[in-house]
Structure formats: structure tokens, C-alpha cells
């Protein structure tokens, strides 16, 4: 029972995080039609940001993370204005992006590395220790997080269904043309996606540092798998990228369980590989049409 | 140099090559005399020798930018797999020839092999799928090697130092010449080879199919290239190469490590493409000597140089998407007066194209 | 004169469709443009619209000019576009659809009213509120982009083939609609490809033959034109 109820929780833990930086990369892929390679970089300016208030200006934990989410969403909408809004109606859209937002991703990952130095930081959890059942360990770290994961996924989602301007971003991932056509302002709405989905970045930053460490390159590997979630789940489904997000995190955890941590990517590897020749488009993908 | 007609002459040249385009030999003789001799020359200087080991490193590492420009550049399949290929033909080889005694120069050859091996078998699930998906598959199969090679067992990883104490190549009756020399000479001989094979394929009717692929692949299929095909050949190519630079590579350094899949290695191959001249034939060469010689003159700056790489990246891509390049050789030829001569390499991506392609949103 | 059009012209990439067009609707009026497909009827309503920036000419919408400006803030002006093949948001359901219709700063606050009103109008619409966009027939797809251009403040209506891809009971009922409408005051400018339904409607009929009007006059006098009849209802 042990080792399935660890995987169990490990895998609601990191799926919760997974899930805040995967919405993010299937919002944008949606509406804009973006790959944004810089997320896993998003993720480091917005945990940085969250230390740098806390250690250096002293602020409580609960500013640290608005911080976290700000800042990362300002530096989105700086990837909006300097990368998405000259490209955008250019030829070559899919290569320059690609390419644009991996060098966004090395700048920024490097003046980390200059302003806060290689040495690993930690980011302390809003509510130390944990308790023990069944044998497994479930840090109060842990719960928060999960808890604010999952609040922060579902009031996405009712903003995405129920709200003006979530119907607009849903709108224009499905017929850019006809939301115009509505009044619509699209160039608007793509600032706000950046926005949105770097905030989301940032915030699974500072959420996923209080548990492991903070170092420059620390956004790296949330950002493949994220990548991967997003894919498996079919890219621009909200939904789809939800529940992928649980199922990738819970097979990543058992099989850290099991076989053990080094085996975590080649499974996950071979495992996208084999969804991707059954399903081309993912859990939920369609083929052609992108929904949200 | 004009004729009666009023055109000059290498126009007429350059308008009268089909597709198999013809290079032009009387520079390259020259070239070749001068880089046969240099390091004789070179060599006398303390200095020299420095100069000739960047040389080395230029020849090996342009020839997997060429590589990889073939697959990114020119044909838009977005693999991120390159240096993880370079570094299956240097394992391969040191494995080879440190534990089963292999000679190296018989090591040497099973390293294209290999890489060419893992780049069909990556290449096989992967390029059916679309473009994104490649992106995320292939930077995954990255992350997977260099875990292997920093955590994997004891053989591959070396404890973690990587693999010391490769063994070198033996020149036999050439060894009089300085291992620096010959090592020169090997790097040379596999660039002009690998330079000639992208050449011919740059200007074969495959060459533009290519092309075809990447500016609008809806097109392409239409006219009955057969994409999958394609693209796996060109998959398997550039691993040929990549693996062989990998494998030369690690027998003149002795040595191979995880440290060639960091980031930073990536970057700077990336950046020799992007910033060189993205899907040009020769802007992959001039980005490797850009870089290599922006990296040993800027060396004391080190992460600065990273964060300024990067935004040059980005810069490139977004206002100067076809790399330095093209436009110096533009302006080079306008120097020359030579109006509207024919490109004789393969076309850069258009930027003039309709609204109504598939190209991505639009801003309305 | 809710709409003026001096020069117009416009196309994809290298390619000119429209050259050069003139053209008027005023307060109320039913304009209807006829032409064979692919002479550019739907490009003239999306250069108006904004969707294809035309590459010349002016546009004066409401007395303000609106040469240039981008679509969503042509459509925040009044001017109301129903694409052809209904570009409906696929994924959404109907009544999002429709919701999305009166997205505008100043029909969002009216939207409940508006939605009644449709749905008092187009009944089918209201049976099938909750139902992906996806899942309608032809017929209630073409009435859901309808009713969705109603949800706006409109004071143009400008519906492209509005007959496409439908029976003919059906397109005769899209007509009523949309005549309807237009007896109720709005002006509404048409392009399709003949001339069947469109004697109620058009207060004035236009001719566009490879992107320019060749024909322009009153309804009554052109559609009793037997050989024009003959060469459009074919």
C-alpha cells in the first residue's frame, strides 16, 4: 500500500504543477499559435522574483508569490510586444518563433545565472513539516500547493467559460477572423494570454522551488514535461492538458517509486512516443480545429 | 566585365547552371592550396598553434552546423537532436576503440553509423508527426542522452569525468608531421567532403524539394513529394555527418563528457545557424566562424556572453530572420555590379507570401 | 448614407481581386451585390469589413471615416459581417455563439434582452441553446451566424452567400429572416450568387463581373431584365 499511495500523492503534487505551467503553453499555443520555449525561463523570473522579496526585501511569503505572478506576466507581455508582435502575419511565423523564444529563454536564464549567481536558493514553505499516514509522508507544503494548484486551475477554467473576456480568448483560438468580426481585439487578446499564462508560469515557480530548489536552470525540465502534458493532452484543450497534467505526474511519480528516478524521463519518453502514433493529436486533440 | 549584351559575365554564368549547379572550381583551388599549406605556416609561430586547433574545431563544428542547418535551415523540421547525434558517434567510437581496442580509424567509421542509426530510429516515430511535436520529442531524446551520459552506468559515464583517455589516431608514416598537423589534415579532408555531399544536395532537384517542404508543405505534398521520405533521409544525412565530426572530434581531444550536452553547446551551434544564415548553404560555415571566433574573443565574458547570445537570437529571428549571411553576400555582390544574378544557392524563406497561407495568426 | 465605398480595391498577397469599386448603401436600404463565384464577392464584404485590408480606396462608415481601421473596430462601430460559410466559433455552444455576438462594449450590458429577442425570433435556436455550435445542420448553423449578428448593436448588416450549402426550402427561409430584418429598419448589404430570393430584400442590385460592377440600378428594373436573370440564375 505504501509505495502506491506515495506515487499516489507524488503524482497529485507534481501533476498540480505540471498543470499550472501546461495551461499556460496550451493557452498560448491555442490563441496564438505559439511554441513558447521561453515558459520553463518564465518560471525561473517568477520564482527568483518570489526569493528576491522575501530574502532581500523581507516581505511575507504571500507577497513573494504575487510577486512570482506579476513579474512573470510582465516579462510575458515583454515577450508579446519584443517576439508575437513582430512576427506576427510574417512568413516563417513557426521557425522564427521557435527560435526567437529559445533565445528569450537563454537571455533570461543567463542574467539569472549573472544577478543571483549558479549557487541553489530555497524558497521556504508557507507551512513547515508534514504529517505521517500509512507509512507515507504528506508535507503541509505539499496540501498548500495542491490547494492552490487546483484553485488557481478551476478559476482559470470558470473565467475561460463564463467570462467576457474568456469567452473572447476561447473565441479566437477557434476563428481569429470571426472574432474580430465580433469587435474583438486580438492583438489585445494574445497580450493577454502572454499575460495570463506567464502569471501561471511564475506562480508553478515559486510553488515547485519551496519544495525542491531554485536554481538558474531549474525550469528546464518542468518545462519539457510540460511540453509533453501539453501534447498528450492535445494541444489547446484545457481540459485535455488537466487531466494529462494528473496522469503525467502520477506516471512520472510511480515510476520514480518503482524504478526509480533516473528512469522517470526514458519512460515518459517512450510512453509520448507511443500516445503519439495511437493518438496523433493527443488525449483530447482534434485534428484540425483548436479548441479551448 | 561585360559582354556586348550588357550583362556581365558571372551573371551569365550564374543564369546558365541548372540544377546541378556547377561550383566554382578556380576558387576553390585556391582555397584548397592555402589550407593545405597553413598549417606548415602556421605552425612556426607559438601562436600558430593555437590558430590551427581553432581551425580544427571550426572544420568539425561547421560541418555539423551544415548538418544541422540541412534539417532546421532548409527543410523546417524543427529537431533539437543534433548534438545529441554527434555525441552517440563520439561515444560510439570511444567505446569502440578504448574498450573493445578498436583502431580508431576503424572506430572512426562506425560512428556515422550509429548516429545515422539513432537519427532513423528517432526519426521514424518522430517525423510523421507535426512540426511542434518534433520540437518536444527530439529536446526530450536530448535531456535523455545527457542524463545517460551524466548518471547512467559506470562504462558510458566514466563515474561522471566522461569518457578519458580516448585513444588517438595513429598517422603511421605521416606522424612526422606533428599530431596537431595531421589531426588538421583529417578535419580538412572530412569538411571538404561533407561540404561537397550538402553542396550537391543543396543544388539536386532533391535539394529543392527541400525547400519546397519547408516554404509550404501543403504544396509540396500536392506535388507528390513524398514528405516522410524526405524528411528521413535528410534525417539520416545530417546524423552521418554530425556522428563522424563527433567521432573525429573525440579522437583529437582524447576524450568525451556530458559537458558536450549542455545547453550552452546547443545554443552556440544554434546560434552559428541563426545568426550565420539560416537555410543558406554557406551561412552555417561563416556562423561557425562567427561564433568560434566571437567565443575565444569574448572567453572572459562567459555568462555575459551567453545572455548577449541569446538576445542575438532572438534578434536575428525576429528582424533579421535569414541570418548575416545572405545579406553580406548581397551586398558583396552588389559591390561587384552584378544585377540580378541568379541565387546560386538554395532561395531563404520568402517573406512575400499571401495572407491566405497556413503560415500562423495574422494580425487583424 | 450608412456606407460609402470610393475605389476599392483589394486581394491576397500579389494577387488583386477587386478593382477599384464603388459603392453605396444608405439608412435602411437593402443592397444586393450578384456575381458568379469567385469575382470577388466575398472580398469586397471583407475589405469593407476589414478582414482583407484592401490596398486602396476610402470607406466612410456612419459618416465617420473608417479607411484603415482594424476589423473589431469597424464591428465595435456597427458594422456587422456575417462571413460566408458562417465562420461560427465551432467548439462553442449556441448560446455562447450567440453571447459572443454581443461581445461589444456597449451590447454586452443589453445581452440577456438581445438573447430573448433571438430566441423569440429564431425559435430553433432556442431549442438547441446548449448544443455545440458543431453538432446543428446546415440550415440552424446559417440561423445561428444570423442570429449572432443580431446580438450586436448593428447598423449595417452584411451577409455573404447567405444561400450557400443549403436546400432551397431552407435558403427560402434564411431569406424571410433576413428580409424581415430589414423591413424592420436595419440596412443590409448582401452578396450572393443569384437572384431567386432577393425581389422583397434589395431596394438596389449591383453586378460585380472579375472584381468590378458592371451593372449597377434599382431592384425592379434589373430583376426584370430576362436576359440578366437568365445569365445569374443559371
Redesign the interface.
Known amino acids: 500500500m505504501r509505495p502506491v499511495l506515495q506515487a499516489l500523492w507524488g503524482g497529485i503534487l507534481s501533476g498540480s504543477v505540471y498543470g499550472l505551467m501546461a495551461i499556460g503553453l496550451t493557452l498560448i499555443w491555442g490563441t496564438v499559435r505559439l511554441l513558447n520555449l521561453a515558459h520553463g525561463a518564465l518560471y525561473v523570473v517568477g520564482a527568483y522574483a518570489a526569493w528576491t522579496v522575501l530574502e532581500i526585501l523581507g516581505l511575507p511569503l504571500a507577497a513573494a508569490i504575487v510577486a512570482a505572478v506579476v513579474v512573470a506576466a510582465i516579462f510575458g507581455y515583454g515577450i508579446h510586444l519584443l517576439v508575437v508582435r513582430p512576427l506576427l502575419g510574417r512568413a516563417g511565423w513557426d521557425s522564427a518563433s521557435i527560435i526567437a523564444t529559445v533565445g528569450v529563454a537563454i537571455a533570461l536564464t543567463a542574467a539569472a545565472l549573472l544577478i543571483f549567481g549558479p549557487r541553489v536558493k530555497q524558497i521556504p514553505p508557507v507551512v513547515p513539516g508534514s504529517v505521517i499516514f500509512s507509512g507515507v509522508r504528506f508535507s503541509y507544503q505539499g496540501m498548500v500547493i495542491v490547494a492552490v494548484a487546483v484553485v488557481s486551475l478551476l478559476s482559470l477554467f470558470f473565467y475561460l467559460a463564463n467570462s467576457r473576456q474568456g469567452m473572447a480568448i476561447r473565441a479566437v483560438s477557434q476563428d481569429m477572423d470571426a472574432s474580430a468580426l465580433m469587435g474583438v481585439p486580438v492583438e489585445t487578446t494574445y497580450a493577454r494570454v502572454m499575460m495570463i499564462s506567464a502569471g501561471l508560469a511564475g506562480l508553478a515557480g515559486v510553488l515547485l522551488s519551496s519544495l525542491l530548489f531554485l536554481s538558474p536552470n531549474s525550469g528546464f525540465a518542468p518545462m519539457i514535461i510540460a511540453l509533453m502534458v501539453t501534447i498528450f493532452g492535445g494541444l489547446g484543450s484545457v481540459k485535455g492538458t488537466i487531466v494529462a497534467a494528473y496522469l503525467i505526474g502520477i506516471l512520472e511519480s510511480t515510476v520514480q517509486v518503482y524504478l526509480g528516478g533516473s528512469w522517470s524521463l526514458p519512460v515518459l519518453f517512450l510512453f509520448m512516443i507511443a500516445v503519439l502514433i495511437i493518438r496523433p493529436n493527443g488525449l483530447f486533440g482534434v485534428t484540425e480545429a483548436h479548441r479551448l | 566585365m561585360t559582354d556586348s549584351a550588357g550583362r556581365s559575365v558571372l551573371d551569365r554564368l550564374d543564369s546558365a547552371a541548372g540544377p546541378w549547379r556547377t561550383p566554382r572550381w578556380g576558387t576553390i583551388a585556391f582555397l584548397g592550396v592555402i589550407a593545405l599549406v597553413l598549417p606548415h605556416l602556421l605552425l612556426r609561430f607559438g601562436a600558430g598553434t593555437f590558430i590551427v586547433h581553432m581551425l580544427i574545431l571550426f572544420f568539425l563544428w561547421s560541418v555539423v552546423a551544415q548538418s544541422w542547418n540541412l534539417v532546421?535551415?532548409v527543410s523546417?523540421i524543427?529537431s533539437f537532436a543534433q548534438i545529441a547525434f554527434f555525441a552517440v558517434g563520439g561515444w560510439v567510437t570511444a567505446l569502440l576503440s578504448m574498450n573493445l581496442g578498436w583502431n580508431p580509424w576503424l572506430s572512426v567509421l562506425a560512428a556515422p553509423l550509429a548516429a545515422t542509426l539513432a537519427a532513423i530510429l528517432i526519426g521514424l516515430?518522430?517525423l510523421?508527426?507535426?512540426?511542434?511535436?518534433v520540437?518536444?520529442?527530439t529536446?526530450?531524446?536530448h535531456?535523455?542522452l545527457g542524463?545517460l551520459a551524466s548518471?547512467?552506468p559506470r562504462e558510458i559515464t566514466g563515474g561522471g569525468y566522461g569518457l578519458i583517455g580516448v585513444p588517438r589516431f595513429d598517422f603511421g608514416p605521416l606522424s612526422g608531421l606533428g599530431h596537431l598537423a595531421n589531426s588538421y589534415y583529417v578535419a580538412l579532408i572530412s569538411f571538404v567532403v561533407a561540404t561537397m555531399a550538402i553542396w550537391r544536395l543543396f543544388h539536386s532537384p532533391i535539394g529543392s524539394a527541400f525547400s519546397a517542404l519547408r516554404?509550404s508543405e501543403g504544396y509540396a505534398v500536392g506535388r507528390g513529394i513524398n514528405q516522410f521520405r524526405i524528411k528521413l533521409f535528410l534525417f539520416g544525412f545530417s546524423a552521418f555527418f554530425t556522428g563522424l565530426a563527433g567521432g573525429l572530434m573525440t579522437h583529437y581531444l582524447g576524450s568525451i563528457s556530458s559537458s558536450v550536452f549542455a545547453?550552452s553547446v546547443l545554443?552556440n551551434v544554434?546560434a552559428m545557424i541563426?545568426i550565420g544564415g539560416?537555410g543558406s548553404f554557406g551561412g552555417p560555415i561563416f556562423g561557425t566562424a562567427l561564433l568560434l571566433g566571437l567565443q575565444e574573443g569574448l572567453r572572459d565574458l562567459a555568462?555575459?556572453r551567453?545572455?548577449?547570445?541569446?538576445?542575438?537570437?532572438?534578434?536575428?529571428?525576429?528582424?533579421a530572420?535569414t541570418g548575416a549571411w545572405p545579406k553580406l553576400r548581397d551586398g558583396f555582390r552588389n559591390f561587384l555590379d552584378q544585377p540580378g544574378s541568379g541565387d546560386p544557392d538554395l532561395e531563404e524563406?520568402?517573406?512575400?507570401?499571401?495572407?491566405?497561407?497556413e503560415?500562423?495568426?495574422?494580425?487583424? | 448614407m450608412i456606407l460609402e465605398v470610393e475605389g476599392l480595391r483589394a486581394g491576397y498577397g500579389p494577387a488583386t481581386v477587386l478593382h477599384g469599386v464603388d459603392l453605396t448603401v444608405g439608412e435602411g436600404e437593402g443592397v444586393v451585390v450578384l456575381g458568379p463565384n469567385g469575382h470577388g464577392k466575398t472580398t469586397l464584404l471583407r475589405a469593407i469589413s476589414g478582414i482583407t485590408p484592401p490596398t486602396a480606396g476610402t470607406l466612410r462608415f456612419d459618416g465617420e471615416d473608417v479607411t484603415g481601421w482594424r476589423p473589431d473596430l469597424i464591428a465595435a462601430a456597427g458594422m456587422v459581417h456575417i462571413p460566408q460559410g458562417d465562420a461560427l466559433f465551432r467548439e462553442m455552444k449556441v448560446e455562447e455563439n450567440l453571447l459572443m455576438g454581443a461581445y461589444d462594449k456597449a451590447a454586452w450590458p443589453k445581452r440577456t434582452e438581445r438573447l430573448a429577442r433571438v430566441y423569440d425570433l429564431l425559435p430553433q435556436l432556442a431549442a438547441r441553446r446548449t448544443q455545440i455550435a458543431n453538432s446543428l445542420s446546415g440550415g440552424e448553423r446559417r440561423m445561428l451566424a444570423i442570429g449572432r449578428g443580431l446580438m450586436a448593436e448593428a447598423k449595417l448588416l452584411m451577409i455573404d452567400e447567405p444561400s450557400l450549402g443549403l436546400a432551397p426550402l431552407l435558403i427560402e427561409q434564411v431569406y424571410e429572416q433576413v428580409t424581415a430584418i430589414k423591413k424592420e429598419g436595419l440596412a443590409v448589404l448582401l452578396a450572393d450568387e443569384n437572384a431567386e430570393h432577393i425581389s422583397e430584400l434589395a431596394d438596389r442590385v449591383l453586378l460585380l463581373e472579375s472584381g468590378v460592377f458592371v451593372r449597377e440600378g434599382p431592384a425592379e428594373t434589373l430583376l426584370r431584365d430576362e436576359s440578366l436573370l437568365t445569365a445569374y440564375l443559371g
Request: glycine letters at 10%; a negative charge.
Open positions: 532546421l535551415g523546417g524543427y516515430p518522430t510523421r508527426l507535426r512540426g511542434v511535436y520540437v518536444l520529442l529536446l526530450a531524446f535531456e535523455l542524463n548518471t547512467g516554404d545547453f545554443i544554434l541563426v539560416w555568462d555575459f551567453t545572455l548577449v547570445l541569446g538576445l542575438a537570437l532572438a534578434a536575428v529571428a525576429v528582424l530572420p524563406p520568402t517573406e512575400d507570401r499571401s495572407a491566405e497561407t503560415e500562423g495568426p495574422r494580425l487583424t
